[in-house]
């Protein structure tokens, strides 16, 4: 007799954006993958969840019971966190501590994309045990994200990612320019 092993639940925040977007395409043989976004949804079975509804978050997570949590949602628009601040600290921030907190109440595995930019640059080839000395209020918000992942969470991964580029049917970044943008 062939026992059919249950594929591992995964749940991915910010599937609409770049990171998001391709982490799912490479996980849907592996997991069974939920897609979330709040913004425009690029995968067909994606569902609508705003990270700083605490009550939203706790009750998705509780209905679904992920056993993974990838979390790529943040604002990563550096200029945009530095003028829009209070926004920056409640995606960045408040939705990092409500996903690491569901994630607990469910026994999930969270593995949180955090950033370079909580360096201030001056060393460079940083390593995990350095200092971190963020220089913009973009690497402020993602440094205490990571605070609220290990106080809220026993069992996650923190990844520093550094620049990612790539194209996205509608945002900008350096690697795409507004000739393009019609594509």
Known sequence: MISECKMERLLLTGASGLLGSKIVELAREDYESIPLHNTKPLHPNSLKLDITDQNQVFSLFSKLEPDIVIHTASETNVDKCEAQREQAWRINVEGTHNIAFACSKVGA??????????????KGNYEEE??????????????????????????????????????????????????????
């Open 109 to 122: 595995k969270l593995v949180y994309i955090s950033t370079d930019y909580v360096f201030d640059g001056e």
């Open 130 to 183: 350095d200092e971190p000395n963020p220089m913009d209020y973009y690497g402020v918000t993602k440094l205490e994200g990571e605070n609220q992942v290990i106080s809220h969470c026993k069992n996650y991964a923190i990844l520093r990612t550094s620049v990612l580029y790539g194209w996205h049917p509608w945002k900008q970044n350096f690697a795409r320019t507004d000739t393009y943008s019609s594509f």
